[in-house]
C-alpha cells in the first residue's frame, strides 16, 4: 500500500508560483509513476504531468507546458509540481497519484490540496 499526502495549495495572484508536494509512504516508489491531476469546480478531473521513478522521464498537458515542473526526490519518496506563471484557469484541487508501471489505472490517491490563482 501506498499513501500519498499532497501540501502547498493556497492562494495567489495571476503570474505567481506555487510548488505542491507529495509525500509517499507505505513503501518506496521505485517502478512506480508519479502523476499530478486537477479538478476545477463543475468540470471533470484532468491530467497535468506525469514523471517516472525510476527514470525521471516526465510528460506534461499541453496547457501547462513550460510552466509546471514535475520532478521528485529519491531519497525523500517525495514528489513535487512547480508551478509558475500561474493564470486564474489553473485553479482547482490539485491531487497526486502512483501507479505501477505495470498497470494501467492509478490506484493510490492523495486527498487533494486547493490551489486558487487570482486575476
Known amino acids: 500500500q501506498v499513501q500519498l499526502v499532497e501540501s502547498g495549495g493556497g492562494l495567489v495572484q495571476a503570474g505567481g508560483s506555487l510548488k505542491l508536494s507529495c509525500a509517499a509512504s507505505?513503501?518506496?516508489?521505485?517502478?512506480?509513476?508519479m502523476g499530478w491531476f486537477r479538478q476545477a469546480p463543475g468540470k471533470e478531473r484532468e491530467f497535468v504531468a506525469h514523471?517516472?521513478?525510476?527514470?525521471?522521464?516526465?510528460y506534461y498537458t499541453d496547457p501547462v507546458k513550460g510552466r509546471f515542473i514535475i520532478s521528485r526526490d529519491n531519497a525523500k519518496n517525495t514528489g513535487y509540481l512547480q508551478m509558475n506563471s500561474l493564470k486564474p484557469e489553473d485553479t482547482a484541487v490539485y491531487y497526486c497519484?502512483?501507479?505501477?508501471?505495470?498497470?494501467?489505472?492509478?490506484?493510490?490517491w492523495g486527498q487533494g490540496t486547493q490551489v486558487t490563482v487570482s486575476s
Open positions: 497519484a502512483a501507479k505501477l508501471l505495470s498497470t494501467s489505472n492509478y490506484n493510490y
Open positions: 507505505g513503501r518506496t516508489l521505485n517502478n512506480y509513476r
Open positions: 514523471i517516472n521513478w525510476n527514470s525521471g522521464i516526465t
